[in-house]
């Protein structure tokens, strides 16, 4: 087949910065404004950071320090304020810095940017590797060895601020108000929005800003804030900076010791992105090692040909994974990945898949069947989509690897037999003892709904198997479509079969070969492969409707269980969403919000079942909490 995709343009997208440059200077055109002076660092320093004396407070910093910014632009106060943490603060401190932007600047116009500034400004380097899609929602990114967290919002600022009132319970403790000036911009500069930053901020709480605008000394007074205008001459008269003089509320306990059930990705993720918080981790697992024996996994995102929270959920997870499996050091050469059409994602669907994220970034790219046959090195009859960030994972190294931190013990030989939570902790029954922790978290794959209070979830185990070929002349990258082919540790394999019941390994292998072999032809015209060696076996935990289950547990009436979390359910695309998964369980513990925004998190919130249990009962595995179960085999 020789179809081109062609992408339209979608309605209802981000609208990007439209920018012309003065030299090294970016300039709105949307709003006839600077994003900085020529002396942008120099500025940054005498308008955000001296007024709230950010350096001091960096030097006394003790675990995570939060700055709040209106206007992420082109990154300048992000990079300099990081910059000035990783030179004050003590090693044990981590920044998070919370950023809201209505109209992101286009990946090659960051690049421009960052290359102008990242020999001064280092931070440009490590952001421009993982420079953040144009989707609209959260995006986070870990810099720095982990030591500074972005989470910017694209999209409205009181729509992201709003967001995460009520989930950020760790109070912002310097704001930098820099929305372009409330002449240009009026919308942003507002009443109620004062109100939001108020509600994320304590008594200790500072803020500055550019324009000394009456109205916006005004509004912040309002609001709580002790505002006094800082002497900027000679470059202007006056910027603000104030302190805020309300109260916080109450947050609640973050978490000292948890427990994780389970040690195959989703466990291994949730157990470091939790100790990288500064939190105790024990992690249980019934088997001896690491329990991830595939001998080959993809990296991928299927897209959906839509912009709903779904669709957007799954590009967010992949985007993310993939600069978490960057830091880990742990991925298969080569890099990147070919999706071509199948029975379950045909052209069509590939190309509206296209249209809805071309304009987004070069994540993603539609390529014609000749571009496609150059990537693969090797003729290909089709087009389809390539994901230049898509790669095989050694899952093995990668769990080994995620599990090796001073805060995590890991538990090999295992069994968890049940959870008792009261109001003060999570007591753990094993064979050896029972474990008492803060918070429990069931990362135990379809095994989790064995506990009596996740066994409303509707989760069955799905096996699956690879086999090793061998191929005359294979591609240079991996190419997933009816199945897929990636490289295994000396050569070629192709996958997975889905078996809702376990085949015999014979079984599985011919319909592995046949399908591919089906495939194979049509997409190169080469003879059908033969069987290269032994297969490799394991299984995915599925839920009813595909979808990741990650947060709470809930009763029967749909009030949350304390102190119990879920991630589990990835299916066949864990790679892309377990680790966006454990970043989320990990927030929450910490006091922070997950990123995502409330209407995603509800579509992989477990909720979902006891909504659903109301209307038409129990399927796909969930039993009543008073069935009998067996022992949960972690």
């Known amino acids: 087949m020789t179809d081109v995709i062609t ?43 001296a007024p709230q004396h950010l350096a001091a407070r960096f030097n006394a910093a003790r675990g995570v320090f939060t700055v709040g910014e209106l206007g992420f632009g082109s990154a300048l106060n992000f ?10 603060a003590p090693a044990g401190a ?7 932007e209505k109209h992101p600047l286009r990946p090659d116009d ?7 500034r990242r020999t001064q400004l280092p931070l440009y380097g490590d952001l421009l590797r993982h420079y953040p899609p144009l989707l609209a929602g959260w995006h986070r990114r870990h810099l720095a060895g982990g030591r500074i967290c972005l989470s910017v919002f694209f999209g409205d600022a009181q729509t992201g601020l709003d967001d995460i009132v009520g989930r950020q319970h760790v109070g912002v403790l310097a704001w930098l108000l820099d929305g372009f000036a409330p002449a240009q911009n009026p919308q942003l500069w507002s009443d109620a929005l ?3 930053i108020a509600r994320l901020s304590g008594p200790a709480t500072t803020v500055a800003t550019f324009t000394a605008a009456g109205a916006v000394r005004r509004g912040l007074g309002a609001a709580g804030f002790s505002m006094r205008k800082v002497d900027q001459r000679p470059h202007k008269r006056h910027s603000l900076a104030g302190t805020y003089g309300g109260t916080a509320a109450a947050a609640p306990a973050r978490a000292r010791a948890v427990v994780v059930v389970g040690a195959g990705l989703a466990g291994a993720a949730t157990a470091r992105q939790i100790a990288e918080r500064g939190i105790a981790v024990t992690v249980l697992d019934r088997a001896t090692e690491p329990p991830n024996r595939m001998a080959a996994t993809v990296l991928h995102c299927r897209l959906l040909p839509n912009t709903g929270a779904a669709g957007a959920l799954r590009c967010a997870s992949f985007n993310y994974a993939t600069a978490w499996y960057d830091d880990r050091h742990t991925q298969r050469l080569p890099r990147g990945l070919l999706q071509l059409p199948s029975p379950g994602m045909n052209l069509l669907r590939l190309t509206q898949a296209a249209a809805v994220y071309a304009h987004t970034g070069s994540w993603v790219r539609a390529v014609d069947a000749h571009t496609a046959s150059a990537l693969a090195g090797r003729r290909l009859n089709s087009s389809g989509l390539f994901f230049p960030h898509g790669r095989c994972i050694d ?6 690897d995620a599990l090796q931190h001073p805060l995590i013990e890991y538990r090999t030989g295992v069994t968890a037999r049940a959870a008792t939570i009261n109001a003060d902790s999570v007591r753990i029954a094993t064979r050896n003892g029972v474990l008492e922790a803060d918070h429990i978290v069931l990362c135990a794959a379809a095994a989790t709904n064995s506990f009596t209070q996740a066994r409303y979830l509707e989760l069955v185990d799905v096996a699956g198997q690879i086999d090793p070929i061998e191929l005359t002349r294979p591609p240079a990258i991996p190419i997933l479509g009816d199945g897929f082919l990636a490289p295994l540790a000396g050569g070629w394999g192709v996958g997975a079969t889905y078996e809702h019941q376990p085949w015999p390994p014979q079984q599985a292998t011919a319909a592995n070969l046949q399908r591919f072999a089906r495939w194979w032809r049509g997409l190169t015209g080469d003879d059908t492969p033969r069987s290269a060696g032994a297969p490799s076996r394991g299984s995915r935990a599925v839920a009813s409707d595909r979808r990741p289950i990650v947060g709470g547990a809930y009763d029967i009436d749909g009030q949350r269980l304390p102190r119990l979390l879920l991630n589990t359910g990835h299916g066949s695309q864990g790679t892309a969403s377990a680790p966006f998964a454990a970043e989320c369980i990990a927030s929450e513990l910490a006091g922070e919000f997950a990123p995502a925004t409330r209407t995603e998190l509800a579509t992989i919130s477990s909720l979902r079942f006891r909504l659903r249990q109301a209307r038409r009962g129990l399927r796909h595995g969930a039993r009543h909490e008073h069935e009998d179960a067996s022992e949960t085999p972690v």
Do not use: K, M
Request: charged fraction near 20%.
């Open 110 to 116: 960051f690049a421009r940017a960052a290359a102008n």
């Open 94 to 100: 981590r920044l998070h810095f919370i950023s809201v």
């Open 194 to 196: 004062w109100q939001r």
């Open 79 to 88: 990079a300099v304020v990081g910059q000035r943490f990783l030179d004050h």
């Open 395 to 400: 899952l093995e190294a990668l769990c080994r």
């Open 7 to 49: 992408p339209t343009e979608p309605p209802g997208r981000l609208i990007p910065a439209q920018l012309h440059w003065h030299g090294d200077q970016p300039v709105s055109r949307q709003f006839g404004d600077i994003y900085h002076a020529p002396d942008g660092a120099a500025e940054v320093e005498r308008v955000f950071i």
